[in-house]
């Protein structure tokens, strides 16, 4: 059966089993893959993945599988089970899928790949960060180029598919001078064309020439109160903390630390925070939202005010609130009117946080990190390297003490930052 036709055959196949509502979901991924391990080629390969997602509702109860075999006795087996699932589960009013909309059908990206291109490019790329970088060890590097099919149906009537392809660039390098050694680094971008250099994309050439100054990292002693300078790859893992309290979880639970905060100032003025699945400016986005709507653009938080959640239509349901027209991702935030160096040189003291680790915030939005790959700014200038340190502070308070935005803004292919500064941040060492 075409791909297609899997979709209606499985959708009609569950409505002659019983299930009043139904949606299914056939994701069909080839990926071309070229590794480097130790700064040597080691693999080139292809491979072919295919998912349908079932989906069925009886009387509120909701059952769901997830196959990788897309024949008719496949199907027809997950079906049983799905019915099976959904006679079992506890009913919930929440539980519904799409109404009907506009068939559609969207693409975006090239449509074949160009392996020698891919292996032109990574060929110079260890060229290049051997010469450029003589202490830099690469430990590993990744550049595929990902292919994706996505076709959603409901019982609704709902017939939405997709095409999305991009290629893919993940390098991980320590480096090494004598016994002294850097922190591990890594970084992944996504662009449509492999048309630059890899080392010119996102912030690959940066991050290898801070690994090799970071293997003279100093350890730092006491505490203080000062500010951070968030790094464009420090700050997409910020923004997933934030929010997280959006989403479906915490506020059907009704512990958000956003609960209450729709249309209120959650953060200083100068912050706006889009997602935006359907730019031309980012590679990698998407047409279909994991609910099965046409995504749409939106903007999360509007010069600080808090413009929407990020609810699914079972989170909607749940809570009574709007939906979001998307799943969230593909982040922009817009400029702000300082430069980096601007901003460096009002520091008084306080760290360049360009990678953190630590497990995710409390109820309360409290949050505790070590600092990694960071440096420490004093007087104005980023003074040196330093091993890893303790930051901590609360979520909405680091909103709330936004200081500065960089108009320099790092486009990472799946995302597009700058840095941002925080001032009254607890930083301590040993």
């Not at 539980?95 to 068939?103: F, G, K």
């Not at 609360?394 to 108009?407: A, E, G, T, V």
């Amino acid at each position: 059966m075409k791909k297609r036709d899997i979709t209606e055959y499985s959708v009609e196949a569950m409505r002659k089993a019983g299930l009043q509502r139904s949606e299914c979901l056939l994701r069909d991924t080839r990926k071309d893959e070229l590794n480097v391990d130790s700064g040597e080629m080691s693999l080139l390969r292809t491979t072919d993945n295919t998912s349908l997602i079932l989906t069925g509702i009886l009387d509120d109860k909701k059952g769901t599988i997830s196959i990788n075999k897309i024949d008719r006795l496949s199907i027809d087996e997950a079906v049983t089970t799905v019915l099976d699932l959904a006679k079992s589960s506890e009913a919930d009013s929440a539980n519904d899928i799409p109404p009907s909309q506009p068939a559609a059908e969207f693409e975006r990206g090239p449509v074949a790949v160009d392996l020698d291109l891919m292996y032109s490019r990574m060929k110079d790329f260890i060229k290049y960060s051997g010469e450029r970088y003589p202490s830099l060890i690469l430990e590993q590097a990744i550049l595929d180029f990902t292919n994706t099919h996505k076709y959603y149906r409901n019982s609704n009537g709902v017939d939405l598919q997709s095409r999305c392809s991009s290629y893919n660039f993940s390098p991980m390098f320590t480096s090494k001078e004598g016994t002294d050694t850097s922190s591990f680094n890594y970084v992944a971008i996504s662009t449509a064309e492999l048309d630059r250099n890899l080392h010119e994309c996102g912030t690959v050439d940066l991050l290898m020439r801070q690994s090799t100054e970071q293997v003279r990292s100093r350890e730092f002693q006491g505490k203080f109160n000062g500010d951070i300078i968030i790094t464009p790859d420090c700050l997409g893992s910020i923004l997933q903390m934030i929010v997280s309290y959006l989403s479906d979880y915490p506020m059907i639970k009704g512990t958000s630390i956003f609960q209450d905060s729709l249309g209120m100032q959650i953060a200083d003025p100068q912050l706006t925070l889009h997602s935006r699945p359907l730019s031309d400016e980012l590679a990698e986005g998407y047409f279909i939202t994991y609910d099965g709507f046409k995504a749409e653009n939106s903007t999360i938080i509007s010069e600080g005010i808090l413009k929407s959640f990020l609810l699914s239509l079972y989170g909607a349901n749940k809570t009574e609130k709007t939906r979001a027209v998307n799943s969230g991702g593909a982040y922009v935030v817009d400029p702000g009117e300082y430069t980096f160096d601007e901003m460096t040189r009002s520091v008084e003291r306080g760290i360049l946080l360009c990678r953190f680790a630590g497990g995710m915030p409390s109820e309360s939005g409290d949050f505790s990190a070590v600092a990694k790959n960071s440096y420490y700014i004093e007087n104005g200038e980023v003074a040196y390297p330093v091993k890893e340190i303790m930051i901590s502070g609360n979520l909405l308070n680091l909103l709330k003490n936004i200081k500065r935005i960089s108009s320099e803004r790092v486009n990472f292919g799946d995302a597009v930052l700058p840095w941002i500064q925080v001032e009254n941040m607890t930083i301590f060492g040993k």
